[in-house]
């Protein structure tokens, strides 16, 4: 395997788009999909001894699904990060997710460039979402939680920071909004993470907010 390409596995039921999502990984540079597999089980059997950075999981899968998967995969699979590539935008399969694991989540109905960034972000150590999804957990999030004594150990830029995560922005996007460079970015995450004692923005966001 190529050192300077971002390691990518899908796990997606439906030929047409398995096929797509490895086409489109293979031919962008900086990108290499490994494998693909059909099921749960196969992946279950086949993934964790393979070096993955990224995982793109559908959801509805036939037997076990993407979730369930997910969570089986992960313990053996410390430093891989998944994603939810799915239809489904609705509460339970969002929230389910995310406290299950995944650190970003999009709609299969996302444009190649975004779903590219998307993973390239998420390889970065950011949390992608399409732009609904992270519309779903900000409104959850303010409707539902009080922030938690936690984000009083954060700055005011950090704060302002963890809401843009919180909203689904990538890092660049982020630096833009704020008129700062994308490391300054991800150094005041890495900080975040640091206070809070976590390593994913759901993780940054369960603390802060009771997520």
Do not use: W
């Not at 293979?26 to 749960?40: L, M, P, Q, R």
């Amino acid at each position: 395997m190529n050192e300077d390409k971002i390691i990518v596995s899908i796990v997606e039921d439906t030929d047409d788009i398995r096929e797509a999502l490895r086409v489109l990984i293979n031919g962008s540079t900086g990108f290499e999909c490994v494998h693909v597999f059909a099921d749960a089980e196969e992946a279950l059997d086949n993934m964790p001894a393979n070096d993955i950075n990224v995982v793109l999981m559908d959801i509805n899968l036939p037997g076990m699904d993407g979730i369930g998967c997910m969570k089986t995969l992960k313990p053996s699979m410390p430093d891989t990060q998944f994603m939810m590539c799915t239809v489904y935008d609705d509460d339970d399969h969002i929230f389910n997710a995310l406290q299950s694991g995944a650190s970003g989540y999009i709609l299969k109905r996302t444009s190649p460039a975004q779903i590219l960034e998307a993973i390239r972000d998420l390889h970065e150590g950011g949390s992608p979402m399409s732009s609904e999804i992270a519309r779903r957990v900000v409104y959850s999030m303010q409707q539902n939680n009080k922030p938690s004594e936690a984000i009083e150990l954060l700055t005011d830029r950090e704060t302002q920071i963890l809401d843009f995560l919180a909203k689904g922005y990538l890092y660049k996007e982020i630096a833009v909004e704020l008129f700062i460079s994308k490391e300054t970015v991800k150094k005041h995450i890495h900080n975040i993470y640091e206070k809070l004692h976590v390593q994913t923005r759901t993780e940054a966001l369960n603390k802060a907010y009771h997520v």
